[in-house]
C-alpha cells in the first residue's frame, strides 16, 4: 500500500480562465462552537449528511477543510488566500506543496487576494521568514487590516516585506481589481471579510471566503453559525444576514461558488431543497480541461 494521498489540487475551466482549487489541510471543531442549535441536532445532521468526521479525545469533531483557489487568466496569475503556512499544526499547510504539484511555482503568482486576515488565509504569505510570492501584490480590505493589524501579532510582520517591496494595497473600494475579478463586500466573519466574483466568456465563479463553514448544518438552517474565537452577538447576526443574502444570491442565479471551508475542492452549486426547507451543496463533477 502506497498510504499517501494524491496531491490536493482540482482543476475546472470557467470561460477562458483556469482554476486551480488548492488543499491547505483541514482543522477539527466539536459542537462548541455552534451558535442557534444545540450538540443532539447537530450531531445528527453531522451522520445522516455522512459529514467529515474525527474522534479527537472521545469527541466527535467536524473536519472543516481549507482551500485556496488560483486562478490562471492567461495573462496573469493570481491567488486567492494564501493557506496557513506552517504555523497551524501538521494537519495544515499544505497549500504550497499542492501549488507545486498543480504545475505552478510560487514566483508565478502575480497579485494575492485576500478575503480578510485571519491566520488560516494569511499565513502562507512568509514562512520561514521569507516572502513566500515575491512577484506578488497583496490586496486586503483596508476595514480588515484597520481591525486586526493591533490583534493579530503577526499581520505586520506578513505583510511587511511585500510593503517594503510596494506590493501591498490596502484597497476600499470595491472596483475590479483587474480583468474579470472584483471584490465583493461580504461583511460578518469579520468587518471586511470580502468575497471576489470572477468572470469569463459569461461564465461566473463567486469565490467567497468563509460564507460557511459547514455546509451540511448552515444549509439546514442558516440561522446557524459557527463562532470562532470572542462571542460578538452584532457581529454574529451580521454574519448571519451576510450568508443568508449571498446563499439566495447564488441560488437565483445559479452561479458556481468556491468557499475556503467547504469540502475540498469547495466548488459546486448551491440548490434550494423542494420538499424540506433549507438548501443543499452540490459539488463540481471531475472533468478534463479542454
Ligand atoms: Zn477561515
Not at 141 to 149: E, I, M, P, Q, R
Not at 216 to 231: A, M, R, S, Y
Request: hydrophobic residues 35%.
Amino acid at each position: 500500500m502506497i498510504k499517501q494521498q494524491v496531491p490536493g489540487y482540482f482543476r475546472i475551466q470557467l470561460g477562458d480562465y483556469e482554476i486551480t482549487a488548492l488543499y491547505d489541510g483541514f482543522t477539527a471543531g466539536t459542537t462548541d462552537s455552534y451558535y442557534g442549535s444545540d450538540a443532539e441536532s447537530i450531531t445528527n445532521i453531522w451522520k445522516t449528511n455522512y459529514t467529515n468526521t474525527t474522534m479527537i479525545d472521545g469527541r466527535l469533531n467536524i473536519k472543516v477543510d481549507s482551500n485556496t483557489y488560483l486562478i490562471n487568466t492567461g495573462q496573469d496569475v493570481t491567488l486567492i488566500d494564501t493557506g496557513s503556512g506552517n504555523v497551524l499544526g501538521p494537519n495544515m499547510g499544505s497549500m504550497l506543496t499542492n501549488l507545486k504539484a498543480s504545475g505552478y511555482e510560487p514566483e508565478d503568482v502575480d497579485q494575492i487576494l485576500l478575503t480578510h486576515a485571519h491566520p488560516d488565509h494569511i499565513n502562507g504569505l512568509v514562512i520561514d521568514n521569507q516572502m513566500t510570492f515575491p512577484n506578488a501584490t497583496v490586496y486586503l480590505k483596508k476595514t480588515d487590516y484597520d481591525f486586526w493589524v493591533n490583534i493579530i501579532p503577526n499581520l505586520k510582520d506578513l505583510l511587511a516585506p511585500y510593503m517594503a517591496k510596494n506590493q501591498c494595497i490596502l484597497f476600499d473600494s470595491n472596483d475590479a481589481i483587474s480583468a474579470g475579478i472584483t471584490p465583493v463586500a461580504l461583511p460578518g466573519h469579520t468587518m471586511g471579510h470580502t468575497g471576489y466574483q470572477v468572470e469569463s466568456q459569461g461564465q461566473k465563479l463567486f469565490v467567497w471566503g468563509d460564507v460557511l463553514h459547514d455546509p451540511d448544518v448552515q444549509l439546514t438552517d442558516l440561522d446557524i453559525e459557527i463562532v470562532l474565537g470572542k462571542f460578538d452577538e452584532k457581529r454574529v447576526n451580521t454574519e448571519i444576514s451576510t450568508a443568508k443574502r449571498a446563499v439566495e444570491q447564488v441560488v437565483d442565479d445559479q452561479e458556481l461558488i468556491a468557499g475556503a471551508h467547504l469540502p475540498f475542492p469547495g466548488i459546486g452549486h448551491i440548490v434550494k431543497n423542494q420538499n424540506t426547507p433549507g438548501y443543499r451543496f452540490i459539488p463540481v463533477h471531475y472533468n478534463p480541461c479542454n
